[in-house]
């Protein structure tokens, strides 16, 4: 089978939530307060999380590791936009205005 056949559990669901898979903006764009596992601090705006894959793919999505944050973040194309490019401009532009 060929690598765009086969999908992982987190692409399963992310696609089940709306969200693109291998799109990880959410998880590079905003800051984090909360405890991740290996970033026990949380991670700066603009930092890439420990935890997003070489697919760009939550390797704690379904785990109740997961941040509460990240658990209740949702796809919105307001917020996402049409790319992976515009949700990266777009949760940054949010993060620098909150």
Known sequence: MSRSTVTTP???????????????????????SSPIPGMPDGKPAGVRCVQLDEHNLC???GDPRR???????TFDVDVCGSDRRDALERITLLETLT
Do not use: K, N
Not at 67 to 73: G, Q, S
């Open 10 to 32: 987190g692409e399963q669901a992310e696609r089940s939530t709306g969200c693109r898979p291998g799109c990880g903006a959410c998880c590079i764009a905003p800051s984090i």
């Open 59 to 61: 390797r704690l999505f």
């Open 67 to 73: 941040p509460a944050v990240c658990r209740d973040f």
